[in-house]
């Protein structure tokens, strides 16, 4: 059975995978078809090398060349088919973006797969599916650079978009410490709120159940299970357990901090944003449940661009 490495260059993190693929000849895949061997994780936090003028800095070149270089070695100890780069919103939206691919695979030696915003959605969308089927709905994916909202409708993909705020992001611009006081949280949702109503068909959105895909969304499920004192994150979460969260954080920083170290020590200075991002959305959009999907980009992406 063939092994294939995806690496996920993002704006906060840079993930490893190696999947083990049953049959790489077949024409359509599920989560049945492949199994990862290793998920390899570095918080590069890429949109720190982001420069006020919007360019990609030369430090921050060199900084992703180093850590792919690290996952291409490891992938290669697993005997990999191929090994595939796909770079998100950190590198999409920088002002020399072309400039800063390019020299990143000079100093890598790998190809970088630059995705669109909207392909970026449509690959989450195919990643989430996996193992699954939605009819309808929305598609939520909260990266660090950016927010990727997908309408689903008939089991189908529609209106892939791209709000140019992420978890990361909002940490960055809005956040002098490690956890957001009540004001910078409100300027956080302010922001956000303002992308979100810009949409020029906000209301083809609105569902009932949002599908989370991500990071910012899984920690958000780790958070509800340190409140809940319980020892698996759940696969559901409702629109007043995001608000619980928020909350706690509110009227109870410091009890937060050390629950949220348990949680998601990595993510505790992007999991009030992330969950704000979040709260917002089910607002707007209406929503009562998220359902957290189990695979997200990097599955869409081996399964559409790789094996497909």
């Known amino acids: ?18 999947y083990e693929v049953k049959d790489d000849r077949r024409k359509t895949y599920s989560s049945k078809d492949f199994k990862s061997l290793i998920n390899d994780k570095v918080m590069a936090g890429l949109s720190a090398f982001v420069a006020a003028d919007g360019t990609f800095t030369d430090d921050g070149v060199r900084r992703a060349a180093s850590v792919l270089k690290g996952h291409a070695k490891r992938a290669r100890y697993f005997d990999c088919k191929r090994i595939d780069v796909f770079a998100t919103a950190v590198l999409r939206n920088a002002a020399n973006s072309a400039e800063a691919v390019a020299a990143i695979e000079r100093e890598s030696g790998l190809t970088i797969d ?48 791209s ?36 949409l020029p068909n906000r209301d083809a959105y609105r569902a009932g159940t949002v599908y989370g895909i991500g990071g910012s969304v899984r920690a958000a499920a780790k958070m509800h299970a340190q409140l809940r004192q319980e020892a ?10 995001i608000r619980a969260i928020l909350d706690t954080c509110r009227n109870d920083p410091d009890a937060f901090a050390h629950l949220a170290l348990k949680a998601s020590a990595e993510r505790i200075h992007t999991l009030v944003p992330g969950c704000l991002i ?17 695979y997200g980009v990097r599955e869409g992406y081996l399964v559409e661009r790789v094996l497909g």
């Open 278 to 294: 979040l709260g917002t959305l089910m607002g707007e959009l209406r929503a009562e449940r998220l359902d957290i999907c189990k």
């Open 114 to 161: 630059l995705l669109s915003a909207a392909d970026e959605a449509h690959l989450g969308f195919a990643g989430a599916t996996c193992d699954r089927t939605i009819e309808r709905g929305t598609l939520v994916d909260i990266g660090g650079g950016s927010t990727e909202l997908t309408r689903i409708e008939d089991g189908r993909d529609f209106d892939n978009v």
């Open 232 to 241: 698996i994150r759940p696969k559901t979460m409702t629109a007043d357990q």
């Open 163 to 198: 709000l140019g705020q992420g978890s990361l992001s909002s940490y960055a611009t809005f956040v002098r410490a490690i956890l957001p006081d009540p004001e910078e949280m409100d300027a956080i949702v302010g922001a956000f709120f303002e992308r979100l109503a810009a």
């Open 1 to 18: 059975m063939p092994n294939y490495g995806v690496i996920d260059l993002g704006s906060n993190s840079v993930r490893l995978v190696v």
